[in-house]
């Protein structure tokens, strides 16, 4: 079959001779529909292999060249053994590609998010949303209903973590909650638009890109800051009217500024919620939190609840993504059309899907 293979720093080929996975119990074979690049599948191409394993991964026991994309819809083409009833063959679907062992302490806690072996199909092995066909484990399927065409159900991953981000956070407790999100990233954006479904009384987002500033603004932000003209700590706690500062802070941007800011930006008593991956160590001082007796809250991925949450909620049109996608390429155009303007103009797109049937 055809699919795109990672085999290093700047190294993607589109190849057309690679073999298609067997079909075992309670695994599902999907047509990949439409496929999202992603910062962590940029971070790859620049400078890895970082997440993608350069000797056998304890799961998938699979290593560079590996098929990519782990941001997917697709359909249903097979089932394996014992699939669950409610899967169908034709079923549209978005797939959760979380990689997990099932037998390390944080999967016995139900934290499979934080597999101390884990991964992701499209990173760490199991095939990949670039390809004519991958094969995932049918708990890894969720349907699409209806209403929710192919190509939003490839947003469906990158709102997942925004969803698992918010989720974590104190929203459920704090009545229109005011909130601050640093970053007006593709999971930046995708937090604002979860927390506006989930109630939020007020979200002010920090970007200095001026086009992410108008999506920021599209997607209802009712602030948009740039921080390089504007004082976060005070303007923040003057938008919150005056007493204190936000409630919540999503750090979605991971620099070192970002960092300061989040902590001396919070409410007393407030959360910090680190959504960003850090590519490096920075400086940080626990007394930016200590006097403001507020909390720091690491998240990571998503879990199943997350994708359900997020499919509910674009079912139900409290949340709109459609404007996320700002272009859309073929997989034969994925390093020209797709990598290097996300990388040379990363300010003009939010996401690039691939059109796995253009």
Same mark, same amino acid.
């Given at each position: 079959?055809?699919?795109?293979?990672?085999?290093?720093?700047?190294?993607?080929?589109?190849?057309?001779?690679?073999?298609?996975?067997?079909?075992?119990?309670?695994?599902?074979?999907?047509?990949?529909?439409?496929?999202?690049?992603?910062?962590?599948?940029?971070?790859?191409?620049?400078?890895?292999?970082?997440?993608?394993?350069?000797?056998?991964?304890?799961?998938?026991?699979?290593?560079?060249?590996?098929?990519?994309?782990?941001?997917?819809?697709?359909?249903?083409?097979?089932?394996?053994?014992?699939?669950?009833? #409610?899967?169908?063959?034709?079923?549209? %679907? *978005?797939?959760? +590609?979380?990689?997990? $062992?099932?037998?390390? =302490?944080?999967?016995? !806690?139900?934290?499979?998010?934080?597999?101390?072996?884990?991964?992701?199909?499209?990173?760490?092995?199991?095939?990949?949303?670039?390809?004519?066909?991958?094969?995932?484990?049918?708990?890894?399927?969720?349907?699409?209903?209806?209403?929710?065409?192919?190509?939003?159900?490839?947003?469906?991953?990158?709102?997942?973590?925004?969803? #698992?981000?918010?989720?974590?956070?104190? %929203? *459920?407790?704090? +009545?229109?909650?005011? $909130?601050?999100?640093? =970053?007006?990233?593709? !999971?930046?954006?995708?937090?604002?638009?979860?927390?506006?479904?989930?109630?939020?009384?007020?979200?002010?987002?920090?970007?200095?890109?001026?086009?992410?500033?108008?999506?920021?603004?599209?997607?209802?932000?009712?602030?948009?800051?740039?921080?390089?003209?504007?004082?976060?700590?005070?303007?923040?706690?003057?938008?919150?009217?005056?007493?204190?500062?936000?409630?919540?802070?999503?750090?979605?941007?991971?620099?070192?500024?970002?960092?300061?800011?989040?902590?001396?930006?919070?409410?007393?008593?407030?959360?910090?919620?680190?959504?960003?991956?850090?590519?490096?160590?920075?400086?940080?001082?626990?007394?930016?939190?200590?006097?403001?007796?507020?909390?720091?809250?690491?998240?990571?991925?998503?879990?199943?609840?997350?994708?359900?949450?997020?499919?509910?909620?674009?079912?139900?049109?409290?949340?709109?993504?459609?404007?996320?996608?700002?272009?859309?390429?073929?997989?034969?155009?994925?390093?020209?059309?797709?990598?290097?303007?996300?990388?040379?103009?990363?300010?003009?797109?939010?996401?690039?899907?691939?059109?796995?049937?253009?």
């Amino acid at each position: 079959m055809k699919a795109a293979r990672y085999y290093g720093k700047e190294d993607i080929r589109i190849e057309h001779d690679v073999e298609a996975a067997k079909l075992g119990e309670g695994e599902i074979r999907v047509a990949p529909a439409f496929v999202g690049i992603c910062g962590t599948d940029l971070h790859e191409y620049l400078g890895g292999p970082n997440f993608s394993p350069t000797s056998p991964h304890p799961v998938t026991k699979e290593k560079v060249p590996i098929t990519i994309g782990h941001e997917f819809s697709g359909v249903i083409k097979e089932l394996g053994a014992n699939a669950p009833s #409610h899967l169908k063959v034709g079923q549209n %679907i *978005a797939v959760q +590609p979380t990689i997990y $062992c099932g037998s390390c =302490g944080a999967c016995k !806690i139900g934290a499979e998010n934080a597999c101390y072996n884990g991964g992701f199909v499209g990173l760490s092995g199991g095939g990949g949303g670039m390809s004519e066909s991958v094969v995932v484990p049918a708990l890894s399927c969720l349907p699409l209903p209806e209403n929710i065409s192919l190509d939003v159900g490839a947003l469906v991953e990158p709102l997942a973590v925004a969803w #698992h981000a918010v989720d974590a956070s104190p %929203i *459920a407790s704090v +009545p229109k909650a005011k $909130c601050l999100v640093l =970053g007006g990233g593709p !999971i930046g954006l995708a937090v604002v638009q979860v927390l506006l479904s989930r109630g939020a009384g007020l979200v002010i987002v920090s970007e200095v890109a001026a086009r992410r500033q108008e999506f920021a603004k599209q997607f209802g932000a009712h602030h948009v800051l740039d921080p390089r003209s504007n004082d976060l700590v005070a303007i923040s706690k003057e938008l919150c009217g005056g007493e204190n500062g936000p409630d919540i802070v999503f750090d979605c941007a991971g620099v070192p500024q970002s960092l300061e800011t989040a902590c001396k930006a919070v409410a007393s008593r407030g959360t910090v919620v680190n959504v960003a991956i850090w590519e490096k160590a920075v400086p940080f001082d626990p007394n930016w939190l200590v006097f403001r007796e507020a909390k720091y809250q690491a998240v990571l991925g998503y879990q199943r609840k997350d994708f359900e949450g997020v499919i509910k909620a674009i079912a139900e049109g409290r949340i709109k993504p459609e404007a996320m996608i700002t272009s859309k390429i073929r997989v034969e155009d994925l390093v020209q059309g797709g990598y290097t303007p996300l990388i040379k103009e990363k300010d003009k797109h939010v996401k690039i899907l691939v059109d796995m049937h253009a």
